[in-house]
């Protein structure tokens, strides 16, 4: 096992199944992923929090998350819908729903009840004391959810490659297929740089859109 | 002028809390609700904003009956304050006293010019304007909680124990701040406490609610003490109501003795203490009351309250046993 297959220039220049292509297509992923299973988590996750009502379903959203698993929902969907992004994308929104619902629900239930009492009482619509003052004060752990839901779909992100699909999962599966272990390490290593970079890019976001006071 | 017309909230389960109140709080004055905990002060102010809707009754201000208003805009036009401040975390202290006026339309320009003056009218240096609410301590956020509820200056305003959760010399502090503000701004308040203490010491008017959202009695705070309706207010505005009440005579017309021998005085002719060595313990001018002359002279070493002018010159003493004559002659006058 060696570092070769990572450092070969010719693995690096724009041509199909290079290194940069196979990133931009994992990202692609990615960030579908986290933003359908944002519009669809984060509003019921809000809702759930804000009125209390069905809260088992949030507690336990993060628990049936993490125990099903992605390659086994991803054949299934492909058995019922065939090959394509859409089975693939369905299988990594599954993954990033729960830590995103919990997350918003957590943040919902946080906010000191006395500060929206009287964001209320000095005048505030529902939907100004929602967008200026609960939804400000539940970023910090609204936040934290979705970072580690994009932990999460960067890194099983690679099962697309299991069914025909890009990524960076193809080093991996294409190394294994021919044993080029140079390759497999590759793909690990990329996926975990990657992981790592995405992290950092949220953190300074979150410093940058969750207000001083907050901290 | 708020009105509450027959006023009854039954909560989901049966309890109630305000039962058949009616009542006037009068225009730029303030009228304290007071009562022991749960006996409906917090449910029956919050209803005014319609934070909490009656079960039946009208509750009015300035004859406009509230429940035909809009909600939001009607708590935009009444200051609300609560225990804790409740201020927004995540925004400037500055920001936070801007809120109002940036709903109402304002600027944010404007908005915060308002709320820079406001903070200052609180007595908060500049400093603090630009700091979080987590910076500030618990004195700090409630006065930059006034100044926010100030900011559109609302002719009504609403405090709901703003001052219990400081310490008592924090509060006292705040007490003074608050009658200096309140002898400018002329607001119609209503204020919840629990404190019979501070709902004397800031009250025009004092309602006192006894279990179950009744109303005890309302009055003056000199009413209530000297004339509490039943066992119930007495008991509740203390044994000691008797001196207490002597908050709201004057010493103006307090007979004083010329000045003893042994009282010394320094080159200004003010006192100084005693020839024995001890101090004078405090003065009193005829503006302060009666109260306060009480306890000079009990407190002082030799039992005689000192009376200084405007200058600070000694110009008469009390003996005590003059203080429990002219007492007893008060007494009789009532
Ligand atoms: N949201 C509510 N639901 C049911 N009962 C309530 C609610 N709020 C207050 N109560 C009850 O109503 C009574 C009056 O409460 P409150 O007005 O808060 O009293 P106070 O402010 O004088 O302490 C209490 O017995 C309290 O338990
Ligand atoms: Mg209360």
């Given at each position: 096992m060696n570092l070769n297959y990572l450092f070969d220039p010719a693995h690096w220049n724009l041509e199909d199944g290079s290194i940069p292509l196979l990133i931009l297509s994992h990202l692609w992923y990615v960030v579908l992923a986290l933003i359908i299973g944002t519009i669809i988590a984060l509003p019921i996750g809000l809702y759930i929090g804000h009125t209390g009502r069905g809260s088992f379903l949030a507690i336990n959203a993060?628990?049936?998350?993490?125990?099903?698993?992605?390659?086994?929902?991803?054949?299934?969907?492909?058995?019922?819908?065939?090959?394509?992004?859409?089975?693939?994308?369905?299988?990594?929104?599954?993954?990033?729903?729960?830590?995103?619902?919990?997350?918003?629900?957590?943040?919902?239930?946080s906010l000191d009840p006395r500060v929206v009492d009287a964001a209320r009482g000095m005048g505030m619509r529902p939907w100004q004391v929602l967008t200026k003052v609960e939804l400000p004060m539940a970023l910090p752990v609204l936040i934290s959810g979705f970072r580690s839901a994009a932990l999460q779909v960067v890194a099983t992100a690679t099962v697309a490659a299991a069914v025909g699909l890009n990524g960076l999962g193809r080093l991996l599966i294409d190394g294994l297929a021919v044993n080029d272990y140079s390759r497999v390490l590759a793909g690990a290593i990329v996926v975990a740089v990657l992981a790592v970079l995405l992290d950092l890019v949220l953190a300074l976001a979150q410093r940058w859109i969750v207000s001083p006071g907050l901290r | 002028m708020i009105t509450f017309d027959d006023v009854v909230k039954v909560y989901p389960g049966g309890s109630t809390a305000v039962d058949h109140l009616s009542l006037e709080l009068p225009t730029g004055k303030t009228t304290v609700f007071v009562g022991p905990s749960g006996c409906g002060k917090t449910t029956s102010l919050r209803m005014i904003n319609r934070m909490i809707q009656p079960t039946s009754g009208r509750i009015l201000i300035d004859g406009k009956d509230v429940a035909g208003q809009d909600e939001a805009e009607l708590r935009r036009g009444i200051g609300y304050v609560i225990q804790h401040a409740g201020l927004f975390p995540h925004r400037t202290v500055l920001d936070n006293v801007a809120t109002v006026p940036?709903?109402?339309?304002?600027?944010?320009?404007?908005?915060?010019?308002?709320?820079?003056?406001?903070?200052?009218?609180?007595?908060?240096?500049?400093?603090?304007?630009?700091?979080?609410?987590?910076?500030?301590?618990g004195g700090q956020q409630q006065r930059v909680g006034v100044a926010r509820a100030l900011a559109a200056d609302p002719p009504v305003m609403l405090m709901d124990e703003p001052f219990s959760a400081v310490d008592p010399v924090v509060r006292e502090g705040l007490h003074r701040e608050f009658l200096r503000l309140q002898k400018d701004l002329g607001k119609t308040i209503a204020m919840v406490t629990h404190d019979i203490d501070e709902a004397i010491k800031l009250g025009d008017v004092v309602v006192i609610f006894r279990q179950g959202g009744h109303l005890a009695q309302v009055g003056t705070p000199q009413e209530l003490l000297e004339h509490p309706a039943d066992e119930f207010v007495a008991e509740f505005v203390g044994r000691d109501r008797g001196v207490r009440s002597l908050s709201f005579d004057s010493a103006a017309d307090l007979p004083v003795r010329p000045l003893p021998a042994d009282l010394v005085l320094d080159d200004a002719g003010r006192p100084a203490g005693w020839s024995t060595g001890e101090s004078t313990g405090g003065t009193f001018t005829v503006a302060d009351s009666l109260r306060l002359v009480t306890d000079l002279a009990i407190s002082s070493p030799v039992g005689i309250a000192v009376r200084v002018d405007d200058h600070g010159k000694a110009d008469g003493v009390v003996p005590h046993h003059d203080l429990v004559d002219h007492l007893a002659a008060r007494r009789g006058r009532k």
């Open positions: 993060g628990n049936a998350g993490r125990s099903l698993p992605t390659l086994g929902l991803l054949m299934l969907m492909v058995t019922l819908l065939g090959l394509g992004l859409t089975p693939v994308l369905i299988a990594l929104t599954v993954l990033v729903i729960p830590p995103i619902l919990t997350s918003a629900y957590a943040g919902m239930r | 940036m709903l109402l339309g304002k600027s944010r320009r404007e908005a915060r010019a308002v709320a820079a003056e406001l903070l200052e009218r609180v007595g908060l240096a500049t400093e603090f304007a630009s700091r979080y609410p987590a910076q500030l301590s």
